[in-house]
């Protein structure tokens, strides 16, 4: 079994074995760069969305309103329903999101099995 002739982010040589003539595994085959491009930008989490500080912002302005006794009990309790409402469709995003990145990451993986299969299929007909 070969190596892979890439060398990973840290100038180290990539261990991922790779089946010649195959010289690059999936990640250093640069057949594959627009297929790591997608997967790279349908993630970016973990950054909060600008909705998430506008509701922060209207939250901390209803809070202070009903305080400050500005703002009525009675819509301020609606507007905050309606916050738990958005959040919610927030949420329900956020898993739409990933599920689409996991179903790009299957495609890429099944991929994968399919060239390893063939592979293999090509060198036991060769009766090696
Ligand atoms: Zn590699």
Do not use: I
Request: glycine content about 8%; charged content about 35%.
């Amino acid at each position: 079994m070969a190596r892979c002739a890439g060398t990973k982010r840290n100038g180290a040589r990539c261990t991922a074995t790779v089946e010649p003539p195959q010289a690059f595994c999936w990640w250093h085959d640069d057949a594959n760069a627009e297929q790591r491009r997608r997967a790279a930008s349908r993630g970016g989490r973990g950054k909060p969305s600008r909705v998430s500080r506008d509701l922060h912002l209207l939250l901390e302005s209803l809070t202070e309103q009903v305080v400050a006794g500005d703002l009525e009990p009675y819509p301020a309790s609606v507007a905050g329903q309606l916050v738990g409402v958005r959040l919610r469709l927030l949420e329900y995003e956020r898993r739409v999101k990933e599920q689409d990145e996991l179903v790009g990451r299957l495609e890429e993986l099944e991929e994968q099995g399919r060239a390893a299969k063939d592979a293999e299929s090509r060198r036991s007909s060769w009766g090696a």
